[in-house]
């Protein structure tokens, strides 16, 4: 496995991680779904199978479908439940809306088969020759699912967010039939028009904004007088690909707590420094460049520079041709 697929692994781990947390995982649905409604009940969820698969049969047909979710909660009402399901996003995907339909409709199919292997298992007949043919009960009703899509990507999604942005031009006659399937997508960096009541989550969902939009006094003004969790600040820096952050982050931790606004402080004074320092270096292998254009010796060129100076010019000159 290379680097990237390590920091990609990396990452759906911490983010996986932390959204089967069921504070966290119900505060992102009550605000994005529900319209800050706290309609989920932390102590209300529980973990489901993530495994979706399924076996889709005909007399004709049969084909076995392999699919598992991110993470998926079952939120208990009463005698009944509602499944909800998360799908993480790093990059745009041109077919969500079909892959998300395809999950859903794989969770409906497993509990049309499970309910018809429980008919079968207790030997249960069935009133007419429709329900027969069914394998179910004209009463047998299934239990909703509602999936959320999670984009953490650096640039706004430009893919499509409904099943009829994927279809060619369709005429008025046609459209009024065609069934759609919307997205429910969220996106980091346009969160800000959420407002989140559990800590952690408001906090992945600002800082991560503000870092993506190089937005530092926002984090310097809101995180001044207050620290973060460190096992958010960890989440934060997987997911922008800034591990020295928590480096810096490590230095100012306290009780298990980190001084976000030091750290951005003194990440920001060491990549301001690497951008000048490499500035100068900039500077230096021009220079030498031209000298070595206008036939000055590398003897000459090592009274006023290093032979590492030396050495990355030959190289970007090698490179240019």
């Keep these: 496995m290379n680097n990237t697929n ?85 990059k745009t995907h041109y077919a969500m809306p079909l892959r998300t339909m395809t999950y859903d409709a794989l969770g409906y199919i497993k509990e049309y088969n499970d ?21 179910i009960n004209k009463s047998d009703r299934f239990h909703p699912i509602i999936t959320l899509v999670l984009y953490y ?41 959420y407002t989140f009541y ?20 926002s984090i310097y003004r809101e995180y001044e007088s207050r620290n973060v969790d460190i096992d958010v600040m960890e989440l934060i820096c997987n997911i922008t690909s800034v ?12 009780g298990g707590t980190v001084n976000m606004c030091e750290a951005m402080k003194r990440f920001q004074a060491e990549c301001e420094s690497k951008g000048m320092k490499e500035g100068i270096d900039s500077e230096k292998v021009n220079s030498i460049i031209s000298m070595l254009e206008f036939g000055i010796t590398k003897e000459q060129i090592l009274t006023r520079y290093t032979k590492e100076d030396l050495e990355r010019a030959e190289a970007a000159i090698a490179n240019e041709n």
């Design 6 to 90: 390590n920091t990609t692994h990396q990452k759906d781990v911490s983010l996986k991680t932390f959204w089967r947390d069921n504070k966290h995982f119900a505060d992102l649905f009550n605000t994005t779904v529900f319209n800050g409604k706290q309609v989920l009940k932390p102590n209300k969820l529980t973990e489901m199978d993530t495994d979706v698969s399924a076996t889709i049969q005909s007399k004709s047909y049969n084909e076995s479908i392999t699919r598992n979710r991110d993470v998926v909660k079952k939120m208990s009402d009463g005698v009944e439940f509602n499944i909800l399901g998360l799908e993480i996003q790093d």
């Design 115 to 135: 309910i018809k292997k429980q008919h079968k298992l207790n030997k249960d007949s069935f009133s007419s020759h429709e329900e027969f043919l069914s394998g």
């Design 153 to 193: 990507g650096e640039s706004l999604w430009d893919g499509p967010t409904c099943l009829s942005d994927m279809m060619i031009s369709m005429p008025d006659n046609i459209k009024a039939y065609f069934s759609d399937y919307k997205l429910n997508l969220v996106q980091i960096l346009d969160s800000d028009k």
């Design 198 to 217: 559990n800590e952690d989550v408001r906090d992945v969902f600002n800082i991560i904004r503000n870092i993506y939009n190089d937005d530092f006094d």
């Design 243 to 254: 591990p020295k952050l928590m480096d810096l982050c490590t230095d100012t931790e306290q």
